[in-house]
């Protein structure tokens, strides 16, 4: 599984987003979906208390004045429903944590999907998959 460069985008974009926005929460990374109809979704996590911030909607196309068109399949379903992830994994900030604490932390995020394969994705970029 490979993110497109459009994704990698969108991702560094959100996670930059939610990590400057939410200093207080001393986040480690922010956990991502991209769903079949484009769009993504982040959330910020930290070591300690698991998800911390709301969910970031990242929809496939923006409208000129930089807000965020609405998709019409998001807004028709929901789009935290497992059955629409196709992609999913972590974008880690730095220190990155040890192996050991990133695999409990991918565990309390992802229970009901670790069966599929994800890729994590570190600050500068650096992906690796794991399953």
């Known amino acids: 599984m490979k993110l497109t460069e459009r994704q990698k985008l969108l991702l560094e974009s959100a996670s930059d ?4 926005n939410y200093p207080e929460a001393h986040l480690v990374g922010v956990a991502w979906w991209f769903f079949d109809c484009g769009c993504m979704t982040g959330m910020g996590f930290s070591l ?6 709301p969910a970031v909607r990242v929809d496939r196309a923006s409208v000129e004045d930089g807000a965020v068109a609405p998709c019409e399949k998001c807004l028709r379903d929901n789009p935290a429903q497992a059955n629409r992830v196709f992609t999913f994994g ?7 944590p040890d192996s050991k604490t990133r695999d409990r932390l991918k565990k309390d995020l992802f229970s009901p999907l670790l069966e599929r394969e994800t890729v994590e994705m570190y600050q500068e970029g650096g992906l690796q998959i794991t399953h």
């Open 90 to 96: 972590t974008a880690w900030f730095r220190p990155i």
């Open 17 to 20: 987003w939610i990590q400057n």
């Open 48 to 53: 300690e208390a698991g998800v911390v911030t």
